[in-house]
């Protein structure tokens, strides 16, 4: 008789091991305050650009005062930069707002006809990928990418004229979106832990140790950031169809066993107090629904080192990681700043 089943479909699922081994670089990374930001980018002069809720900051050099250099109408989500310098800076709501890189506004439509985008990138000036993530504005990514298997994400193209054209539909919840050296349009699967090629759907990489978030290129290949690591439960869990009906039927989503972006213990959350041990102390290696975990990919998308912080750490929920001034900078939601370590290009 099988105790347990296991599903043959399913890719096997890469571990923190070799040259991902566990490591405390994000724990140990010199961070600065940054409580509203959920988006980063690198300006055309070599300034990191982030967002404060709707504010859009200048940050010189790393030890710089942020200068407020534009204000969109509601919370910027993500931003991207044009060949030309310009920034697209996509909002909730699905509003857009482009600047010239002198941070004047441009004539651009404002309306995308998008609830939820999560990711850009600009193909041309005139031209600008959007990500729509197929959840529903206020629903709870993270649980619904985990336990529901609709695929409505899709990848659209939005034009200065006011165009807009679908070049990606039928994704599982889409994080991320990074145009490589060949011109592909690479779009990372939070739940899926895929990386695929947009406009073909073919799997370029798979099996990933996260729940993964935004890609983005560095010299040699590409920093790969992940909203936590994959949990065994909820592995196991999949195999569980009968309990894992009676979860969703019964309990909102806020609660289902899933990854989460706050790493602080819940008695809301009660398995998760399997993690305290002797004392109260949270071991490194304990169970934990929140991770911090950046993994550093070549040119192939294969993986060649990271930086984490681990249970007993604090800066999980990575959203985003980019290469600025020598450094990975990464933003952690789950400490609300941003976290410079030694370069992983």
Known sequence: MKLFRRNQGTPPTMTLEGVLGPNNRLDRAEGRPAPGARAMAVASDGALLINDKERLLRISRWQDEAEVVAIADTPILTIAIAPSGAIALVCEGGRLKVLTKGFTATDWPDVTGLSAPVDAAFVTDDEVLVVESGTGAGEDMLARATWEDAAKGSVVVLTRQGERRVVASGLHAPAGICIDTQGRLLVTEMERATIRDA????????????????LRPMPGGYLLSCIARRDPLIEFLKTETAFVNEMKETIKPIHWIAP??????SHDVPIEM?????????????????????IALDANLRPIGSVQSRANGSRHAITEALHWDGSTIALSLATGELLRTEPLA
């Open 199 to 214: 406009a073909s759907g073919a799997v370029l990489q798979s099996g990933l140790p996260g729940y993964l978030a935004r």
């Open 260 to 265: 989460r972006i706050d790493p602080n213990f």
């Open 274 to 294: 399997g993690a305290t041990r002797l004392f109260g102390e949270v071991k490194a290696w304990a169970p934990s629904f929140s991770y911090g975990l950046v």
